[in-house]
Structure formats: structure tokens, C-alpha cells
């Protein structure tokens, strides 16, 4: 759009939308606050030099602090390589990791009306709640807008 | 003052609502934050937006997510189970009410088995 705000939506393509979670803000907000409680961790120690590297070879970025989302949904999307290496119990991690990478799958996804079936919501359900519940054992103050907004609200939209 | 989650109530507007609440928003705010609520508008646009050339960066980087996806998924539709010590924690009772009240139907000492679930009903390229 820049600076036309005159030409109809319509000759744009931009008319059709459909209304979902909030998958941009939620899954960036999360993201964030969930690599800074891992890497916040001292027992076990949180690999930070290992994390920077994985952040250039993955999403070229310089700082965890100024990720765009899509760079988020990109290191993560990568766990097993970009985080399980910096993380020393990995198998508590990847219980939280691995449903959350399906979950971010799913949110982003095109669903049409044949595709959503009753195996995917019920996929989407139970991964949204094990990523919610498991990140809070772990994470306990991480219950933010953000989680709430993905572990409540998103399992309306899919 | 406009913050950027502001956008999160507009997912519950038509679209026609969130445009006018973006409207709205920038008679009360600087040029500063007009410009970040414009460009916020047009991305949220794109991103909704069914024709592909208007959103080539969107589609190289979930080109790129979905790869990166698919190397953590060599088997993506493993059984989902939650540790049997968690089983009676009152979070996990109110969500087994809640998803069984909706019709569906979970197993006593995990979830959902592989069998019970394939994403070969999901168009997903090249998977």
C-alpha cells in the first residue's frame, strides 16, 4: 500500500482476507521470551557463544534482540540444530520445542475446509496445550500475554 | 499511545473493522507511530493477501521455515504423550474435560498416537 491509500483494495488483491490468531505478535512474543528464560538458565548453563553462531548461519541476523518474527519463527522451526546444542538437558527441551515448531506449522498454515479435519484441530489442541503446560513447569512467570494469547485464544482460530 | 500489540483486539474486527480502528488510531498519535501503524496495516494486508506477487519475502522465508521444519521432522507425526507425572496436575484434568466435551477422545496415559493422526491430509509441499 505505501503511501496509496486511494486505489480500491480490491485492485490490490487485498480483499479477501480470513480472521485467525494472532500468529505474527504471539508467535514473536513467545519466542523471545522463551529463548531469553533458556538462555537466562545457570543450572544447566545456557550456551550463548554456540546460540550467537547458530543465529548467523540460520537467520543472518547479529542480535537475539532485534529478530523479526519471521527470524524467530526461523531459528526455532530449526531446534534440534540452532537450539538443542546450546541446551544441556536436551530431552526436557525438545518436549517443549517439538510441539511448539508443529504448532507454529499449523498457525501458519492455508487451511481450506477439506484440509482441516478433526485430526488436525485435535493435533493442534493437544500440541497448543503441551507447549503452554510444559513451558510453565519449566518457566513458571512466563505466563504473559503472549503464552495466554496462544495457549487460549489461538485453539479458536484452527 | 499506540503500541504495536495493539493490533491483537483487531483480530476479533471484520476487516473493514481493523482498517477503520487503524484510522482511528493514527488521528490520535504522532507521524512517528502514523508511519508504524501505516506499514503494520500494509504488512497485515500482505500477509492476508491470496496473490503471491504481492508478498515474494514472505514466501522465500517460509520456504525457508518449512525446510528448517521438515530437518527437526524426519518423523513429524510421532505419538504425542505427556509425562505420567503430570497426568493428575489439575491443568492437564481441565483441558482432558474440556477436549473430550468437544467431542474428541484421549487415552488414559497419553494423548494421541501416531496411528490416530497424519498430516498426509495436509498439502504441504514437497513433504
Not at chain 2, 10 to 31: F, H, R
Not at chain 2, 113 to 126: E, G, L, M
Request: proline fraction near 4%.
Amino acid at each position: 500500500m505505501n503511501d496509496d491509500l486511494t486505489t480500491p483494495l480490491s485492485d490490490l488483491g487485498l480483499d479477501e482476507y480470513r480472521k485467525a490468531g494472532d500468529a505474527l505478535h504471539g508467535a514473536k512474543g513467545l519466542l523471545y521470551n522463551l529463548f531469553k528464560s533458556f538462555s537466562n538458565e545457570k543450572t544447566p548453563r545456557f550456551d550463548e557463544a554456540t546460540a550467537k553462531k547458530k543465529l548467523e548461519e540460520s537467520t543472518n541476523g547479529t542480535s537475539f534482540e532485534s529478530l523479526k518474527g519471521r527470524q524467530w519463527r526461523l531459528f526455532f522451526a530449526d531446534f534440534m540444530n540452532n537450539l538443542i546444542p546450546c541446551i544441556k538437558d536436551t530431552e526436557e527441551a525438545k518436549s517443549i520445542l517439538y510441539p511448539w515448531s508443529e504448532v507454529q506449522f499449523l498457525i501458519y498454515h492455508d487451511f481450506t475446509s477439506e484440509t482441516k479435519t478433526q485430526n488436525v484441530i485435535l493435533r493442534f489442541y493437544v500440541q497448543t496445550f503441551l507447549v503452554g503446560f510444559l513451558i510453565l513447569q519449566r518457566f513458571p512467570k512466563l505466563m504473559n500475554l503472549y503464552l495466554h494469547n496462544i495457549w487460549i485464544h489461538w485453539t479458536n482460530n484452527v | 499511545m499506540f503500541e504495536e500489540d495493539s493490533f491483537v483486539d483487531m483480530n476479533t474486527e471484520s476487516n473493514e473493522g481493523w482498517l477503520a480502528i487503524a484510522k482511528k488510531i493514527m488521528l490520535n498519535c504522532t507521524n512517528r507511530t502514523q508511519e508504524h501503524a501505516l506499514n503494520e496495516v500494509a504488512i497485515r494486508a500482505l500477509f492476508r493477501s491470496k496473490n503471491p506477487d504481492l508478498r515474494p519475502e514472505r514466501n522465500t522465508i517460509k520456504n525457508k521455515i518449512d525446510e528448517a521444519f521438515k530437518r527437526s521432522h524426519p518423523h513429524w507425526n510421532q505419538e504425542l504423550s505427556i509425562p505420567p507425572k503430570y497426568l493428575a496436575h489439575p491443568d492437564v484434568v481441565a483441558f482432558r474435560k474440556r477436549i473430550e466435551s468437544r467431542g474428541f477422545i484421549l487415552g488414559q496415559d497419553f494423548f494421541i498416537t501416531q496411528n490416530s493422526f497424519t498430516f498426509k491430509t495436509v498439502p504441504i509441499n514437497n513433504f
